[in-house]
């Protein structure tokens, strides 16, 4: 049951058609991880899971107060980095309703957050640009090296000169990282927050003109080990409430 208080908060979901590569092959699927659920939940307000219908189309959207574009689904970990696609050939159907969401969301001036994925998709909705990160590099998914996804693996550096940190205080932080591609270019509007102290790699932008973040790590697998990232939901929440 809704309370006067309580905002409904949008959550994208994962699109496959049950191809031999996906999830649960024969089995179409839209699903997502609880993580941001239970996040929302936590904080008091209601998480609504946006589907995508067959024909591409999404449901009405009104009652939405803000937009949460959350990570990517399945995917192999035995390709190369270099073997990999663009965000378009590894889920054309999320592709495209996820474009279009994002532009309702900056039409619309609703807050948005994006995890990994999900920061990469309004970066490159906005003119930026994705590459691969180099086999031979510094390792950004976890997976590989068997680390549960609450376990923060390197350290990133935050501009104190960023919204972000104005809401955290956090000038350096410690993230997990699922990500075998990095944004090297940033879009229209978007300006680096943090970056990684490893090796550059952005980290987190924001918007110069609402309230839109990206993050290329999970920090809605973070918040019950760091309080930190409370702080920032809430203060994400309370300016959708307001909405």
Same mark, same amino acid.
């Given at each position: 049951?809704?309370?006067?208080?309580?905002?409904?908060?949008?959550?994208?979901?994962?699109?496959?058609?049950?191809?031999?590569?996906?999830?649960?092959?024969?089995?179409?699927?839209?699903?997502?991880?609880?993580?941001?659920?239970?996040?929302?939940?936590?904080?008091?307000?209601?998480?609504?899971?946006?589907?995508?219908?067959?024909?591409?189309?999404?449901?009405?959207?009104?009652?939405?107060?803000?937009?949460?574009?959350?990570?990517?689904?399945?995917?192999?970990?035995?390709?190369?980095?270099?073997?990999?696609?663009?965000?378009?050939?590894?889920?054309?159907?999320?592709?495209?309703?996820?474009?279009?969401?994002?532009?309702?969301?900056?039409?619309?001036?609703?807050?948005?957050?994006?995890?990994?994925?999900?920061?990469?998709?309004?970066?490159?909705?906005?003119?930026?640009?994705?590459?691969?990160?180099?086999?031979?590099?510094?390792?950004?998914?976890?997976?590989?090296?068997?680390?549960?996804?609450?376990?923060?693996? $390197?350290?990133? #550096?935050?501009? %104190?000169?960023?919204?972000?940190?104005?809401?955290?205080?956090? +000038?350096? =932080?410690? /993230?997990? *990282?699922?990500?075998?591609?990095?944004?090297?270019?940033?879009?229209?509007?978007?300006?680096?927050?943090?970056?990684?102290?490893?090796?550059?790699?952005?980290?987190?932008?924001?918007?110069?003109?609402?309230?839109?973040?990206?993050?290329?790590? $999970?920090?809605? #697998?973070?918040? %019950?080990?760091?309080?930190?990232?409370?702080?920032?939901?809430? +203060?994400? =929440?309370? /300016?959708? *409430?307001?909405?």
């Amino acid at each position: 049951m809704k309370n006067s208080e309580s905002s409904f908060i949008g959550i994208t979901m994962h699109v496959d058609s049950g191809q031999g590569f996906d999830l649960y092959p024969g089995h179409p699927l839209l699903y997502v991880e609880r993580d941001t659920i239970n996040l929302i939940k936590e904080i008091g307000h209601i998480p609504y899971l946006i589907p995508v219908y067959e024909d591409g189309s999404l449901p009405p959207l009104d009652h939405l107060s803000s937009i949460i574009l959350t990570g990517g689904g399945f995917l192999s970990l035995s390709k190369p980095n270099s073997q990999l696609s663009s965000l378009y050939t590894t889920g054309k159907e999320r592709y495209e309703a996820e474009k279009r969401l994002i532009n309702y969301g900056l039409d619309k001036k609703l807050p948005m957050i994006g995890f990994c994925r999900g920061a990469q998709m309004i970066n490159e909705v906005l003119g930026g640009g994705l590459a691969n990160i180099p086999d031979k590099g510094i390792e950004h998914h976890q997976e590989r090296l068997n680390i549960p996804a609450d376990q923060t693996v $390197h350290e990133i #550096k935050v501009n %104190k000169n960023s919204k972000f940190y104005s809401i955290t205080g956090q +000038d350096h =932080l410690f /993230v997990n *990282s699922f990500h075998r591609q990095h944004m090297y270019t940033l879009g229209k509007g978007l300006r680096t927050v943090a970056t990684s102290l490893e090796d550059g790699v952005v980290e987190i932008f924001e918007s110069d003109d609402q309230f839109v973040f990206g993050f290329q790590f $999970h920090p809605e #697998k973070l918040w %019950k080990r760091d309080p930190s990232w409370l702080s920032f939901f809430r +203060d994400f =929440l309370s /300016v959708s *409430s307001k909405r």
